[in-house]
């Protein structure tokens, strides 16, 4: 299988990066063939321009950087995104990812009849998601149904790709026995 990693952590010694590395050293086990997007690393510029406008809707090619990542996102089978949940949303390199990389015309196009077709069949995504609060109190407050709706179906879904979201909470201050068990639970 063909595996591409995509993590957005600023600390290269982060929890984020940790389950990066567990991710990959996993799927290396399995046999596939992976590639990582470090965001911070590559220094991906998130922010939505001009450019990307003019090729989401009006003809003009992808900029560079786009059409690097897109093939990166054609070549997987499946996709597996790290991330912390900052305010109760991915961070905003990774949302500017998503916004700049699967575009209009790419991973989903509107029919005729103005209804969005996604274009990205076949794919596959894992979401590990690391909180500072408990999965209890995300639980209660609606927080890990909200994210799965956003996530799960709001984004990936709607890009035809079948994706499932991971939550690993109270990273921040709970016990290296609890984050060793997060990682140890990554198969």
Known sequence: MKHLIIYSHLNPDSFTKAIVNKVEKVALEKGDEVKIIDLYGD???????FPDIEHMFMGKD????VANYQELVSWADHMTF???LWWAQMPAMLKGFIDRVFTNGYAFA????????GLLNGKTAQLYISTGNSDEYYDATGMLTAQRRVNDDGIFAFCAIDANSTFFGNVAMG??????????SIV
């Open 62 to 65: 992808a900029p560079s950087d």
């Open 110 to 117: 509107y029919g005729e009849d103005g209804i969005p077709v």
């Open 175 to 184: 016990t290296n026995e609890l984050r060793q068990g997060y990682l140890d």
């Open 82 to 84: 790290v991330y912390p």
């Open 43 to 49: 220094q991906f510029d998130p922010i939505l321009a």
